[in-house]
């Protein structure tokens, strides 16, 4: 038998078996601080679609980003451990900030509305989750510097309120976004909001400069974490 094949087998189980691991922890800190109080598998069992939207737009977001920190190579096992998880941490941490604050910007109560099954707000919620995922994701999949990724992930989520109410007054003009979800229960137009904010990710990574662009200065250090 080849041994370097068999280390590489070995290797890619043992990254599987991580991934696996973060993926279950990070759901679970994201239904234990985004959903506190509910009990998923009640909920999922009396047919909230509200939930189950929510959390598949968790499950979605947590994968992205773990997609990311787990295609990095070079660094040694141990370093490529230390790295995945230091970036885990950050993106989820930044991930419940954020959602937080999203909540704080809509006049109806999140929480609340998917406990009672507004498939509206889960859409809504799960979809924005999947954006900032996609903007996060972005700079990890290039660099390993923290000096980098926290200013695109914070830039990030600063324009993925914007495009809320951008997409409340042009997009959908003559209908408050609010009302729309929280007491019309209008789940078109969450999915129109939740749309543009994944389509504008997208588009927004298309600034983030991949190293080695011609106009980034070669003063900057992208790898500052492993050196």
Not at 116 to 137: Q, Y
Not at 175 to 192: C, R, T, V
Not at 212 to 222: L, T
């Amino acid at each position: 038998p080849n041994p370097v094949a068999g280390l590489h087998a070995a290797g890619s189980l043992a990254w599987i078996a991580i991934g696996l691991v973060l993926l279950l922890l990070a759901l679970l800190i994201n239904d234990m601080v985004l959903l506190h109080g509910v009990h998923n598998s009640d909920m999922l069992i009396a047919d909230n679609v509200a939930i189950a939207t929510f959390e598949a737009g968790s499950f979605l977001a947590c994968g992205l980003l773990l997609r990311t920190t787990l295609t990095g190579d070079g660094y040694g096992f141990a370093d490529g451990l230390a790295l995945t998880c230091l970036y885990w941490a950050l993106a989820q941490f930044l991930l419940l900030v954020f959602c937080y604050i999203y909540r704080c910007l809509t006049v109806f109560d999140d929480h609340l509305a998917l406990k009672e099954g507004n498939v509206a707000a889960g859409l809504s919620g799960g979809l924005t989750l999947v954006a900032l995922a996609i903007v996060m994701s972005f700079p990890i999949m290039y660099f390993a510097s923290i000096l980098l990724f926290l200013p695109v992930a914070l830039t990030g989520t600063v324009v993925l309120m914007i495009i809320r109410k951008l997409s409340d007054k042009f997009i959908l003009p003559g209908d408050d976004l609010d009302k729309e979800i929280g007491n019309d229960q209008n789940w078109g137009a969450a999915l129109i909001e939740g749309a543009v904010a994944v389509g504008l990710a997208y588009i927004s990574n298309s600034y983030v400069p991949p190293p080695g662009a011609p106009f980034v200065s070669s003063d900057i250090d992208y790898f500052d974490v492993c050196d």
